[in-house]
């Protein structure tokens, strides 16, 4: 059973461009979280989201980002016109149910130059 | 609104010795949930432990333990004969049982441990 994938692992933007990161959930889990993870900030909840629904985004920056998880394909976290700032490891989770441990994949390193 | 303090930021110790990450939280709700999770310097996060808030026993597996206790709010991780591989930094996490707070995982700060040969 192949655990969470994320791709791509390491993705360098300039500023103004956009990001987008892509999370394969593991086999059977409906329910995906993603989280970023600052040097100065520790990890912090991001987006909670199940197929076709957004279920909690009180973590997320209110600009410049979404997030969505299809009825078909990968979940995606999307940052737009990013900056300096957003330069951080952005990890993924999934679980089978909402409660149940989340287990996380490698995270993706965005750096913004 | 939800806390997880880890107060220690580091921990140095040599091979063998035992060594014990503290834990502290804070919740208003009665009903929930904790966890540590452990990042090897490759990177990712990996599961290690969940316990719910009426499960208050021990739990031992390997050279891993946790104690969990409601009247410190404190949920404490011990390594016994620490290895150089357990060189991470751990997390410790809670959720709430809200219809969606349930899905939000409340880091800690996270404890560097170091185990030298």
């Known amino acids: 059973n192949a655990g969470v994938m994320q791709n791509p692992r390491h993705l360098v933007r300039r500023r103004g461009q956009e990001a987008r990161l892509r999370c394969s959930p593991m086999k059977g889990h409906s329910h995906v979280y993603w989280y970023r993870q600052l040097p100065e900030e520790g990890l912090k909840f991001m987006v909670y989201l199940q197929k076709e629904n957004i279920i909690d985004e009180s973590g997320m920056p209110k600009e410049r980002f979404s997030a969505e998880f299809p009825k078909e394909g990968p979940s995606i976290l999307r940052i737009q016109q990013v900056v300096r700032g957003d330069s951080a490891a952005y990890f993924c989770?999934?679980?089978?149910?909402?409660?149940?441990?989340?287990?996380f994949g490698p995270g993706t390193r965005l750096t913004v130059t | 609104a939800q806390k997880v303090t880890q107060a220690q930021t580091e921990i140095s110790v040599v091979e063998k010795e035992d060594v014990t990450l503290d834990c502290v939280y804070e919740?208003?709700?009665?009903?929930?949930?904790l966890f540590w999770y452990k990042q090897p310097p490759s990177g990712e996060l990996v599961f290690l432990i969940r316990?719910?808030?009426?499960?208050?026993q021990n739990e031992i597996s390997g050279r891993y333990s946790w104690n969990f206790q409601k009247s410190t709010s404190s949920f404490n991780f011990t390594i016994t004969a620490s290895q150089v591989v357990d060189s991470a930094v751990y997390f410790c996490a809670l959720s709430e049982a809200g219809e969606t707070s349930g899905s939000r995982l409340t880091f800690g700060e996270g404890t560097q441990l170091t185990v030298n040969p």
């Open positions: 919740t208003r709700d009665t009903t929930y949930y």
């Open positions: 316990r719910n808030s009426f499960d208050e």
């Open positions: 989770a999934s679980s089978p149910n909402y409660r149940d441990e989340q287990y």
